[in-house]
């Protein structure tokens, strides 16, 4: 069964205030174990060789090489925050779906919290996301695998919801308050990740560089540095006004296949952004 309790979400609240404060910092990495290998159907020297890739390890100054991979990511989020996007339309196989930005959004990504993070993302308005999605990417949730979920939306809001594999358990967790909408869109660009194997671990698999890179989304609650303005001047009602999903579930599900990211503008006017795991802006 999935915890639904109120002590979870006072603590998720607690966390969330003090980042909006700017009082809670974090790191986050992953130090590879036999019983982790095995979940992820690997043997321990394949993830910890999966571990030393994404994490630049084997380069000569990771430092260094770290450092160049984050200001090239700066540049792509400083290209996406000043595009007037009103709505993203992402096409793959068995995808159609539409996600609105939403007011006074940022992108976010590259800010060296977690190592390794290659993805760039943001929380758009839930309200606007339309269509269907297919992820082909195996989730790891709960101790268990879950397989080729496919989600539609309508207004914002989950009203179909697939899997080959632990349906059950992908229903259930839908089903837990807002975890029917989403809180994150995210996009990888496959080079920087190194990343090309399934891995059973969240911060790995939402990294995923492969062949065509990634996009994910994120269903549950949403991040709040992804707002463009004073986060210290927010409160509860100004992010419910905005589309920010809250809920005590954050569940990234992965797409690897490959798509085309269009961004259409306010004025109508459509320019690609992300094909087959580039940027292209």
């Not at 590879?32 to 390890?57: D, V």
């Not at 540049?75 to 000043?82: E, M, R, S, V």
């Not at 999903?245 to 269009?262: G, L």
Request: glycine content about 8%; some cysteine; charged content about 30%.
């Amino acid at each position: 069964m999935i915890s639904n309790s109120g002590d979870k979400r006072l603590l998720r609240k607690w966390l969330f205030e003090k980042e909006d404060k700017g009082k809670l910092t974090w790191t986050l990495c992953l130090y590879g174990t036999p019983g982790m290998a095995k979940e992820a159907g690997l043997s321990i020297q394949e993830f910890w060789e999966e571990i030393i890739n994404a994490c630049y390890l084997d380069k000569e100054n990771p430092i260094k090489t770290w450092e160049s991979t984050f200001k090239r990511i700066d540049d792509l989020k400083n290209k996406l925050n000043n595009l007037p996007v009103d709505t993203y339309h992402m096409i793959s196989e068995k995808t159609d779906l539409h996600i609105k930005l939403g007011e006074h959004r940022r992108f976010q990504g590259g800010g060296g919290a977690n190592i390794p993070s290659f993805e760039i993302f943001t929380s758009p308005d839930w309200r606007g996301v339309n269509g269907k999605i297919f992820f082909n990417f195996p989730l790891y949730r709960y101790g268990n695998i879950i397989k080729n979920i496919q989600l539609e939306f309508k207004d914002g809001v989950v009203i179909k919801a697939t899997a080959d594999k632990n349906e059950k358990l992908l229903q259930e967790m839908i089903k837990q308050k807002n975890a029917d909408k989403i809180g994150e869109f995210s996009l990888t660009d496959k080079r920087f990740s190194k990343i090309s194997k399934f891995m059973a671990n969240t911060l790995y698999d939402e990294n995923f560089g492969g062949e065509y890179g990634n996009s994910h989304l994120a269903v549950g609650t949403s991040y709040h540095d992804c707002y463009s303005g004073d986060i210290k001047k927010m409160g509860e009602l100004d992010w419910e006004k905005l589309g920010f999903n809250e809920s005590i579930e954050h569940c990234d599900i992965i797409n690897t296949n490959p798509k085309t990211v269009e961004a259409i503008m306010k004025d109508g006017t459509k320019k690609i952004i992300y094909k087959n795991g580039l940027f292209v802006i």
